[in-house]
């Protein structure tokens, strides 16, 4: 088992930025891939960015690329989302995963999920 607890969601005005954390523990989550998923009022969770469990190779939704980036610390078994240029559109509760089996773009293909953090982008 893993468990996931995110941070540093919040209330931002257009433009702004945010760092998103993760804080894994349980099982070593550093042998394990990680990512970001968002849930906005009335749809479906989507994918934003993963990150293979070295940290070498990261993948990002289109919506969000070039605006965000993802790191972990495997030392701290911790995973961040560094959101810049933040739009209302990135309006959400954003969750972390662990642990994939099958297309990472799938909310369904993830093992573990953490509670969630708002973000709010609005004037």
């Known amino acids: 088992q893993v468990q996931l607890v995110e941070s540093g969601g919040g209330l931002v005005q257009p433009g702004g930025s945010l760092r998103l954390s993760c804080a894994a523990s349980?099982?070593?989550?550093?042998?394990?891939?990680m990512g970001w998923f968002r849930q906005a009022p009335g749809k479906e969770r989507e994918f934003v960015a993963t990150i293979t469990s070295s940290g070498l190779n990261t993948f990002y939704a289109d919506s969000v690329k070039g605006r965000c980036a993802i790191s972990r610390d495997n030392a701290k078994n911790a995973v961040y989302l560094q959101m810049n240029s933040l739009k209302p559109e990135d309006t959400a509760v954003y969750y972390c995963v662990a642990d994939v089996d099958g297309s990472w773009r799938d909310a369904r293909s993830w093992e573990y999920w953490g509670q969630g953090t708002r973000v709010t982008v609005s004037s």
């Open positions: 349980g099982r070593t989550a550093s042998n394990y891939p």
